[in-house]
Structures are given as C-alpha cells and as structure tokens.
C-alpha cells in the first residue's frame, strides 16, 4: 500500500514539473511560423489581441510533496541549455549578469529584511488563497526557476490556489505585459491575484500580510516593500521603510519619502503606508475589484504608465493603495529594457502616460503636457475607458498625489513660478526676465 501510494505521489510531482516548465523549454524552439507572420499581426492589432499568450495554470504541491517534486527535476540540464557561451558579455540579453545569477542556483537563504515586531504578527486562520500570476518574456531561466521555488519555499501552501505561468511571446515580437496579465488574471480561479515579476525572490512571511488587509477590505490594493537585487552580484538588499511611491508631472514614477506629518501619526512600525502610487510589478488584489475597475487598460502597449492608470482608478473609485512594511519581496532592478519596442521605448511610453493622463487626470492634464510638450499630438487610442467605469467625488487628484506643486496661469507664467520654486528651494538666485522679487507658494496636495 505504502509503495502504491510513494509511486502515485512520484507520478503527480513529476506530472507537475513536466507542466509547469512545459513552456519555459519553448523559447529554445524556433518557429518558423512566427517570424514571417509578425508583421502582418501587428498591422492589424485586434487579431493581434486575440492571440492566445501560451499559459500553464498549476496548482502549488503540498508541502510533504515540495521535496520530491523538487528533487526529481533535473535543474542542471534546465539551466545549462540557456547558459553563457565562452566569451559572451553576460549583462547583453537580460541587462543584469547572468553568469552570476546561473552560478546562484534556483534557491539560496536571504536575510529576513523585516522590521523585528512583524515576525509576531497574526493571522486570521481563514484567510483565502490566492492565485499567483507571473507574467514573462524571454527571461533568464535561473531568475525564472529563483522566482518560483522561492514562492514555494516561503509561502504557506494552503493559500497558493495556484500558480500562473503566462509567456508572453518568448522569442517573438512583445505582445504587453499589460495584457498577459489580463490574461493570466482572467485565468485564475482564486478570488484574490497576486501579480510578480519574474525576476524576483520572495522574503518571509511575504503573503500572509498582503492577504489579510485584502480580505479586510476588498478595495485595498497592496504592495510590499520591494528589496533591491543587484543586477551584479545578485546581493539582497534591504529598502527603506520610510518610502511610498511617487510622481512628477510628466508621469515618471519615482520613489519619495513619507511625509513627515504621516510618519509621525504611524505609532508602529509595521503599519501600513499609504502611497499615492505603486510600482506596479507586484502587488496583491481581490479578483473582483480588479475587474468592477475594469482590469488593466489594455488599449496601453508594452509597459510603462499602467501603474499610474490602475491607481488612479482605485483612489478615483474608492478604493487604496498600501505598502506593507511586514512584507518584503526583492526584485532585480535593471538600467533599461532587455527586450525591444516596436515603436521605440520613448513613444510607447508617452503614448501610454497621455492615454493615463486624457482619461483620469481632467483639468489637471495641462500639467502633463507642461512638463511633456512631446506628448502633443499623439496618438493614444480611444478616451471613453472611464465612462464605462465608477468617476465620482472621489475624482480629485488629492486622492492620489503626492508632493507636486499646482500653477495657475498660462504655461509660461508656470516655468516662471516654477523657476521662483527652484529658488526658494535651492536657495540659489534665478535670473529670468519675468522673475518676480517674491517667490510665489505654490499649493501642495498631500495623499489622506
């Protein structure tokens, strides 16, 4: 009886390994089909939509059967097909040193980043699972297994409904990032989504935090702290505790300090942070918010801004947006994009900020295109994505700003103003033809 069962365990972890990384050996493959036929797909970009990403959904193995799942993939011959050849610059087709993140392995120990009170933390016992969507494109295969295992390793398996493997074209021409994840949300079965980026490690106790003020409040949108992982070395990093997310008026995000009237009202460390804005890449929602809020705006192409569109439509909606300090989750941090734009990085990323900016930011829009003039004149697709959804008193920029300076008046008289900002702030004398003697206040919104 016990060999029957030992052989029917070994047949449902090998069964597991064999689907889970069924696609992740696809990007070795050449398709003959594909190149010849891309650039017919992208001329007509509503067939191009209705492709169908190659997904794999896996339910996470208990925990007595992690071991021998583990143990009977072949993680060397995995890696070794993808591996620095002699000679080859290990930084050219990933932006960060591949050679060393292969010479790391799949798991390794990383130091629990946390603030010391949140290892005493509870949980409700009943805290549903969730649903975990890992969107990728050509990635490395030792950041891709990394990413993985360490899910496995330091999350509770009763609340991984499953794990989401979502391809985004490996190998062919990008469809977004954007809309794989739709697809990999669309997908799950679990009524909470836990969006990562696929070259990230996940620290202790990462989950639990996020589920729990989720299933508190369903409109919560929550982020942990995001580590740094050196593109060198791949050494963990801690981040500060004392940041939120941020941006400037030409929609570039940007990581800021907590203000200190909010740092002084937090009378525990490990409270959660609002934040104006989130990072995008990782973050932890209920399945039916995120579609009452009408998913990701998948008129958007690539990557870049969807950050700043989904939260504008939770604040604008009713809902938040937290970072939680009890949980951290490192991520590779890379110096540009390992993979190409077909219309350029620069213009895929003003046309998806102008479409953020035309559909949520009303009258405060003439700030975007003071600090972006480019962005004039181009094409963003269709602006009728927010009357289809919730807009009402809510629809203030308070909800969702942070430290940006509001200027009445025409564009110049604004640089004038902000000239006068500079210097009050710098300290330093600003000569300008229309200068004033006096700097003018300029009006700071706070997040609540």
């Known amino acids: 009886m016990r060999r029957i069962r030992a052989n029917a365990i070994l047949i449902l972890t090998v069964a597991w390994i064999l689907g889970t990384f069924y696609y992740l050996w696809q990007d070795s493959r050449p398709s003959s089909s594909s190149s010849s036929s891309s ?12 492709r169908t990403l190659p997904l794999i959904v896996t339910r996470a193995p208990k925990l007595e ?10 993680q060397k011959a995995f890696l070794s097909s993808k591996q620095l050849k002699a000679g080859e610059d290990p930084y050219r087709e990933h932006a960060f040193n591949l050679q060393e993140s292969d010479r790391l392995g799949s ?29 990728f494109h050509n990635e490395a295969r030792s950041t891709l297994l990394r990413t993985i295992k360490s899910v496995l390793m330091r999350s509770p398996p009763h609340l991984i409904q499953e794990i989401i493997l979502v391809d985004d074209f490996s190998s062919d021409r990008k469809l977004s990032l954007i809309r794989s ?3 990999g949300a669309s997908a799950a079965s679990a009524s909470i989504l836990t969006f990562l980026d696929s070259h990230c490690e996940v620290n202790t106790d990462w989950l639990q935090p996020m589920i729990q003020r989720v299933k508190e409040d369903h ?42 009237e ?33 998913q990701y705006d998948t008129h958007m192409d690539i990557w870049g801004g969807e950050n700043f569109e989904l939260s504008f439509r939770v604040w604008m909606c009713g809902g938040s947006l937290e970072i939680l300090p009890c949980s951290r989750v490192g991520h590779v941090f890379r110096k540009r994009h390992p993979y190409d734009f077909p219309e350029g ?16 930011m009303d009258e405060y829009k003439q700030y975007y295109y003071a600090a972006r003039p480019s962005a004039q004149g181009k094409a963003f697709g269709r602006s009728d994505v927010s009357k289809t959804l919730c807009r009402s008193a809510y629809g203030d920029l308070q909800y969702f700003s942070t430290s940006l300076s509001f200027f009445k008046g025409t564009q110049k008289e604004m640089f004038r103003r902000m000239l006068m900002q500079l210097h ?3 300290k330093i004398k600003v000569l300008h033809s229309d200068a004033t003697e006096e700097p003018l206040d300029p009006l700071y919104i706070k997040c609540p």
């Open 39 to 50: 650039g017919s797909q992208l001329k007509n970009h509503g067939r191009l939509e209705e």
């Open 65 to 74: 059967q992690q071991g021998q799942l583990l143990g009977q993939f072949d």
């Open 107 to 135: 798991e390794r120990t990383i130091r629990d980043t946390r603030h010391y009170r949140c290892s005493s933390m509870t949980f409700d016992p009943d805290l549903p699972p969730t649903s975990i969507i890992i969107t």
């Open 181 to 183: 994840r739709v697809r």
């Open 219 to 260: 409109t919560r949108v929550v982020s942990p702290i995001i580590d740094v992982i050196s593109l060198d070395n791949f050494a963990y990093l801690a981040a500060s505790a004392d940041l939120r997310g941020g941006f400037d008026w030409s929609l570039h995000f940007k990581w800021e300090q907590i203000p200190i």
């Open 262 to 294: 909010q740092k002084m009202a937090r009378n525990d460390p490990t409270q959660p942070i609002r934040t104006p804005v989130i990072a995008g890449g990782i973050f932890v929602m209920d399945k039916g918010w995120f579609n009452r809020l009408g």
């Open 345 to 360: 990085n620069a213009l895929t990323y003003i046309k998806n900020t102008r479409r953020a900016a035309e559909v949520w």
């Open 424 to 426: 009050t702030l710098l």
